[in-house]
């Protein structure tokens, strides 16, 4: 009987410290995934700011874009073919001969002469989503002033700014490329 009673405290010897190794081992893991855990979360909140201010700095180059492009025009239509395609004409005072030409550009309907802003990549973007919604009568109207770019759903009713390709899905309108 003690021959049995020693392989059994040898035995319970053995499996307590296995038991105390793998007891050593799960908490060294568990200290490891914790870390690991405070990292991800580290590198979550820096991912973050930087989105943030990769948007804010995005805003920021778009904003200037477009106020370098405000005393720029674009004429176009079948009185400008012997120059074949569109032409950014020169830098208008943004006060007097530039407003006075965007507000009297309606008066040149069937001259087959069309005066646009000069739009940003996505601003041109929006415009030509908005435009695409209109041929399909998903709103009334698409325009812009100063750069920036709206539209009307009816034709008496409030104009509604777009800002950004989030702003155009927001409002479940398709975007074009």
């Known amino acids: ?5 020693k392989d059994l405290h040898e035995f319970r010897e053995i499996v307590a410290a296995e038991i105390s190794a793998l007891n050593d081992r799960v908490r ?3 200290r490891h995934v914790e870390e690991r855990d405070n990292e991800v979360a580290d590198l979550t909140r820096d991912l973050a700011a930087a989105r943030s ?3 804010a700095l995005q805003e920021r180059t778009e904003n200037a874009e477009m106020n370098s492009r405000i005393p720029c025009l674009i004429l176009s239509g ?4 012997s120059r074949r395609k569109a032409v950014l004409g020169a830098p208008l005072p943004v006060d007097g001969v530039r407003d006075q030409l965007m507000s009297r550009r309606l008066e040149l309907k069937g001259q087959d002469l069309f005066i646009n802003e000069s739009l940003t990549a996505g601003k ?11 041929k399909t009568q998903m709103i009334y109207t698409v325009f812009t002033r100063w750069g920036h770019v709206f539209f009307k759903s009816e034709k008496f009713g409030t104009s509604t700014r777009v800002d950004s390709i989030e702003k155009l899905r927001e409002l479940r309108f398709p975007v074009k490329q």
Do not use: N, V
């Open 78 to 81: 079948g009185a400008m073919a």
């Open 124 to 134: 041109s973007q929006i415009y030509r989503s908005l435009l695409e919604a209109k």
């Open 53 to 55: 201010d990769i948007k």
């Open 28 to 30: 060294d893991l568990e």
């Open 1 to 5: 009987m003690s021959s049995i009673s």
